[in-house]
């Protein structure tokens, strides 16, 4: 691809990620629990992986978190670095499956994806909230994590035709 | 989805559901008296001590945020008012069981209550 249309279109994924992200964060949170959504930000990144690879999905992620965090005006506080870690680790998780379990589709590596990007924020929680009972809230974001992980799944391998077809 | 990605569901859908048993089993209902603490900040800022038959009770905390309302009635806990978009907690509602906790992460207020209840309060 060429060097400048690769920067238009990286761009427009960062753009899509932080609007998304942000969108989640101005909805009311459509579950009853705590930590819970959609993950709609995440879809943008997984995207990215499949299209590019593992450095501009982490640059997608990590830039989304920080312009979210500066529209939402939550920058360095406890929550942006939940989100933070939370990015971090899905984006790796998801990288690491991409490249070394083919046997995995999309859809797998989404659910996995959503599962870590909890995992993250929940240990980055304990360590910055010292509270000590955090784990137990561990197999609510397991489980939450599925139906989540397997909705962006799916709508991130309906993306993906439409993207490597225009490509 | 491909044959892998359904034994991969299977096999997380049972690790979620076995360690959500587990994690039930694992805050078991509380004996009176039990024991509430609230920290703000990672500081422990009130411990309570509540009573089974304890009477409708509030209190306001400093959070980092602003203040928020904590009201508690017999056993049960829960943050009544907060001053943080989400409101996440607030929408959790009353705890009662020891070891759950209520997280306000804008505010940086945590409330949980305590497992170590019986062995503070016959000490005094």
Redesign the interface.
């Given at each position: 691809m060429l060097k400048t249309r690769r920067l238009v279109y990286f761009s427009l994924f960062v753009t899509l990620a932080t609007a998304l992200g942000f969108l989640e964060m101005l909805l009311p949170?459509p579950f009853?629990l705590?930590?819970v959504k959609l993950g709609l930000a995440n879809l943008v990144t997984l995207l990215v992986l499949y299209v590019y690879g593992l450095k501009e999905g982490l640059a997608v992620s990590l830039l989304r978190v920080l312009f979210a965090s500066l529209l939402g005006g939550?920058f360095l506080?406890?929550?942006f670095f939940?989100s933070f870690s939370g990015a971090v680790l899905s984006t790796l998780v998801m990288a690491v499956l991409i490249k070394y379990?083919p046997?995995?589709?999309i859809?797998?590596v989404s659910?996995?994806g959503a599962?870590s990007h909890n995992v993250g924020q929940l240990l980055t929680?304990s360590f910055l909230?010292?509270?000590?009972?955090?784990f137990?809230?561990?197999?609510?974001l397991?489980?939450a994590g599925?139906p989540t992980g397997?909705a962006t799944g799916y709508l991130a391998r309906l993306l993906l035709r439409y993207l490597k077809n225009y490509q | 989805m491909t044959r892998t990605d359904q034994k991969l569901l299977l096999v997380l859908l049972l690790i979620g559901l076995l360690t959500f048993v587990w994690s039930k089993f694992y805050t078991h209902p509380q004996v009176s008296p039990s024991q509430v603490v609230i920290k703000v900040e990672g500081e422990i800022v009130k411990i309570l001590t509540l009573q089974e038959d304890a009477p409708l009770q509030r209190f306001t905390i400093k959070g980092k945020r602003g203040q928020a309302i904590v009201e508690t009635k017999g056993q049960k806990v829960r943050m009544l008012e907060a001053p943080c978009p989400d409101q996440i907690c607030v929408k959790q509602g009353w705890i009662e069981s020891s070891r759950q906790t209520i997280v306000c992460v804008p505010n940086e207020v945590v409330i949980y209550i305590d497992e170590e209840a019986s062995v503070d309060a016959t000490t005094g």
């Open positions: 949170n009853p705590p930590g939550t506080s406890v929550g939940l379990v046997a995995l589709s859809i797998g659910m996995v599962i929680a909230i010292q509270t000590p009972y955090l137990y809230y561990l197999p609510v397991l489980l599925l397997l | -």
